[in-house]
């Protein structure tokens, strides 16, 4: 199922920001798929991610939705999750993991 951007959805959104080296854009983009696609989907409390890589070669972006914070906090202390958040941490230069609530959805329907 697709993710669902509602505002006042009852989820904690979390923006992470990463700036990456070109040449390892991709090795990140790989990197937080496989961390998704074997720990964070078995994690209590989590909805969704998406991962962006811009065009640029500069930045990659994890969108995810977790059911509350405390199900994000607890991931983030989870021994399981902790290498795959090192591993990416190491192949970017920086990131910046933030949440969010969603404020206002503006869609096209025609489109």
Known sequence: MPSTIE???????LINVFTVRPERQRELVDL???ATEEVMI?????????????TDGTKVVNYAQWSDADAFQAMLANPVAQPHMQAA???AESYE?????VDAVHV???I
Request: aromatic letters at 6%; charged letters at 10%.
């Open 7 to 13: 505002q006042n959805a009852p989820l904690a959104t």
């Open 32 to 34: 937080l798929n496989r």
């Open 42 to 54: 078995t994690l209590p409390g989590f909805v969704s991610a998406n991962i962006h890589a811009s």
């Open 89 to 91: 941490a190491e192949v």
């Open 97 to 101: 993991p933030h949440l969010y609530a």
């Open 108 to 110: 096209v329907d025609d």
